[in-house]
């Protein structure tokens, strides 16, 4: 079922749909769920809360009838998720989907790297947020190695994935790891992109203090090579990109803080149990498992994901950005554990 593109009362456009089919992870990473408030007990979805696949696949039917060509699976952690490659070769069938992505942490990629990829997954964003073993166990809350990481990391790229490492920066933390990291995957031809800490979610203790901003991550990497701006790729693009000069290998920059994006953004979102969100940083999602489950058809699933969409106001970057950050207060808002990033 077509229908014209949908664009919102900014006149931003349906472009990406971004599915979290988890809520739960192996990893307890400080700036998403620590393990202070994520603990052993803690109670997560039960796998009948969770979209089902049959739900998930007909709900990216409907979003590509809306203008949707782009689908990343999320988390949580998304290979947690149980036969997820039967998941990915559905999606691949789907008429109108024209790219499909993964963003894990990378730990169980030695299982999974081939039958995904045989599934039709081409593409991986993996978070690596330092090569030191001491101050990345500390960030995963796990005190998982790097090594761990960098062997899948290779392992997948020989099969032919095309990766990109994100790598979430931190003012005292692992800012110190900034030319490290892009030393060593630029070496390996690899896109790294920096991340400025955000505040997602409600527990991962954010303040602006913390922010490394774009512009000084790029002053020190300018100390050691030439970088050369590249063009976007396509509208909506939330990344900066440039390119080592002399190479092909690029090295990117997500700069929600110092550097808005939100007149662009293309993005929905659906939570794991469901729900449509309009912007990373909400606090209230539009139900659609419920409306499923009670035997909504189509026509009227459509147009309520329709009816969302372009009533869509949200900028909450840009609002964080022009406010005075000593006067600011945060809503709660959605955890990224359900959202993804």
């Not at 979209?51 to 809306?66: K, W």
């Not at 990378?106 to 790297?113: H, P, R, S, V």
């Not at 030393?183 to 490394?212: A, P, S």
Request: with cysteine; aromatic share 10%.
């Amino acid at each position: 079922m077509i229908m014209n593109p949908s664009t919102d009362l900014l006149k931003r456009p349906m472009r990406d749909l971004r599915i979290s089919v988890t809520d739960r992870c192996n990893f307890r990473c400080r700036y998403c769920m620590p393990k202070e408030i994520f603990g052993d007990d803690y109670a997560f979805m039960h796998s009948s809360e969770l979209l089902s696949f049959d739900e998930i696949e007909r709900l990216v039917q409907l979003f590509v009838g809306l203008g949707v060509r782009k689908v990343r699976l999320t988390g949580g952690e998304p290979l947690l998720r149980r036969g997820l490659p039967q998941l990915i070769g559905r999606m691949a069938a789907i008429a109108g989907v024209e790219d499909i992505g993964l963003t894990t942490n990378g730990l169980l990629l030695g299982a999974q790297a081939q039958p995904l990829y045989d599934a039709g997954l081409r593409r991986l964003n993996i978070s690596l947020d330092s090569l030191h073993p001491r101050r990345f166990g500390y960030m995963n809350g796990r005190g998982i190695k790097p090594e761990q990481i960098l062997k899948r990391i290779d392992y997948a790229q020989s099969i032919g994935y095309t990766i990109k490492m994100n790598m979430v920066v931190q003012k005292g933390l692992n800012d110190v790891d900034i030319v490290p990291m892009a030393d060593y995957f630029r070496k390996r031809g690899i896109t790294l992109r920096f991340i400025e800490f955000m505040d997602v979610g409600n527990d991962n203790g954010w303040k602006h203090q913390y922010v490394v901003p774009e512009q000084a991550i790029l002053q020190q990497l300018r100390t050691r090579y030439t970088l050369e701006p590249v063009d976007p790729d396509h509208y909506g693009e939330v990344a900066r990109y440039y390119r080592y000069a002399g190479t092909n290998t690029e090295v990117g920059f997500i700069s929600s803080v110092s550097d808005s994006f939100c007149s662009s953004c293309t993005r929905a979102r659906l939570s794991s149990e469901g729900k449509l969100y309009t912007c990373l940083f909400a606090n209230e999602g539009y139900d659609l498992r419920s409306l499923m489950r009670r035997g909504a058809d189509d026509t009227f699933l459509l147009q309520a994901i329709k009816r969302v969409w372009e009533h869509r106001l949200d900028r909450y970057s840009d609002e964080r950005s022009d406010a005075d950050p000593t006067e600011q207060t945060y809503p709660s808002k959605i955890n990224m554990s359900y959202i993804g990033g």
